[in-house]
């Protein structure tokens, strides 16, 4: 199935209309990464928001990585981070997405498209 990426999530936060219909007609909900919810929250103003993270998040399966998955994360961010600007959270978010075999919602594909075995959709439009 799927893993959302930081800007689906922050689409849905925000109201926009293509990413709640796109949401609602899944069959299955998605999971997200840990770190995913990380950003979100970094990204917050106030208990307010953080409250309205852990809201949007709760009904999703959250991934994280183990310490083999890490190790994996670290060689493609040295490897891609100068030559294709690879960041952190992109390297980590992206290889739980690889060690659960699930497809990556994401816009952001400049970033991830480089990372090997890993299965990106934009699922709507934006």
């Not at 936060?13 to 990464?33: C, D, K, M, N, Y």
């Not at 919810?37 to 103003?45: D, F, G, K, R, S």
């Not at 497809?103 to 959709?121: A, G």
Request: glycine share 4%; charged share 20%.
């Amino acid at each position: 199935m799927y893993v959302l990426d930081t800007d689906i999530l922050i689409d849905v936060l925000r109201g926009h209309q293509p990413a709640i219909a796109w949401f609602t007609t899944l069959s299955e909900l998605p999971s997200v990464s840990g770190f995913v919810v990380m950003e979100l929250i970094q990204n917050c103003q106030n208990k307010q928001e953080v409250n309205q993270v852990f809201r949007l998040t709760a009904p999703l399966s959250l991934i994280w990585l183990t310490e083999a998955d890490c190790d994996n994360a670290l060689s493609d961010f040295s490897k891609y981070r100068l030559s294709d600007g690879v960041g952190l959270f992109d390297s980590l978010i992206a290889h739980c997405a690889v060690s659960k075999n699930k497809t990556l919602c994401t816009f952001n594909v400049k970033h991830y498209r480089v990372i090997p075995n890993l299965k990106i959709i934009q699922p709507y439009e934006r």
